[in-house]
């Protein structure tokens, strides 16, 4: 049961321009949403995180959309740096239990210069 | 600070044969996870730990053991390695309390099972 899913396996995006990367999820139970970056060979590093009674949250070039009706959640990256290209992972997690995160399959983004 | 440190950055096993995988951190976190990473998927929870002496199960534990003796470190053991263990695996750490805290992870452990 993937209760995180990033339908987009890749996205390829020119220098300058908005890179929109899109998570679903099933449990509406969820009490914050983050998102991780990772570059080959490197574990994944922390972005940006939105508590689920919230439905923006801006970092910089970041901004991360929570719509809860639809339990679709958003990352904006503007503008899009070759630096930026990585795979980017959503997830989300709980407030108990250890604060347990479940992770999607990750959305490969190309930044192309 | 070093942050978290994993140790081999790799390894190739037989099947049948055993190891453990060591993780480190030293930023005096509580919380500490395993997870792994299979090709094109997510990470998985294998297990986790909200402080020494206490571990849980998390999404994939069969075939894995943990033990936490101390708050820097959070060994994984595989007892008898399977092909289906061919994985990366990463150890993570965080501050406890709720909220959206990050967790911070090491760079990995690629483990290749024959």
């Known amino acids: 049961d993937q209760q995180v899913k990033q339908n987009s396996p890749s996205l390829s995006v020119q220098e300058g321009r908005i890179s929109i990367l899109n998570c679903d999820y099933t449990?509406?139970?969820?009490?914050?949403f983050l998102w991780y970056k990772k570059y080959p060979a490197e574990g994944p590093t922390f972005l940006i995180s939105?508590?689920?009674?919230?439905d923006k949250n801006e970092d910089g070039r970041f901004t991360v959309f929570l719509n809860k009706s639809a339990k679709h959640l958003s990352l904006h990256i503007v503008p899009s740096q070759p630096g930026d290209s990585a795979v980017y992972f959503c997830?989300?997690?709980?407030?108990?239990?250890?604060?347990?995160?479940?992770f999607g399959a990750g959305t490969r983004l190309f930044v192309k210069a | 600070n070093a942050g978290v440190t994993q140790t081999p950055k790799f390894r190739i096993l037989k099947i049948g044969q055993s190891m453990t995988l060591q993780c480190t951190q030293d930023?005096?976190?509580?919380?500490m996870y395993w997870y792994r990473q299979d090709p094109g998927m997510g990470l998985k929870l294998i297990y986790y730990?909200?402080?020494?002496?206490?571990?849980d199960k998390g999404e994939v534990p069969n075939g894995y053991n943990v033990s936490r003796s101390t708050t820097e470190d959070f060994p994984l053991r595989l007892e008898l390695a399977a092909p289906s263990q061919t994985s990366v695996y990463f150890c993570?750490?965080?501050?406890?309390?709720?909220?959206?805290?990050?967790?911070?992870f090491g760079p990995g452990t690629r483990l290749t099972v024959t």
């Open positions: 930023m005096n976190h509580n919380y």
């Open positions: 993570a750490s965080r501050v406890p309390g709720g909220g959206a805290g990050e967790q911070y």
């Open positions: 939105i508590s689920s009674i919230k």
């Open positions: 449990n509406s139970m969820f009490d914050y």
């Open positions: 997830a989300a997690g709980f407030n108990t239990g250890g604060f347990k995160t479940i």
């Open positions: 730990s909200v402080g020494a002496g206490i571990t």
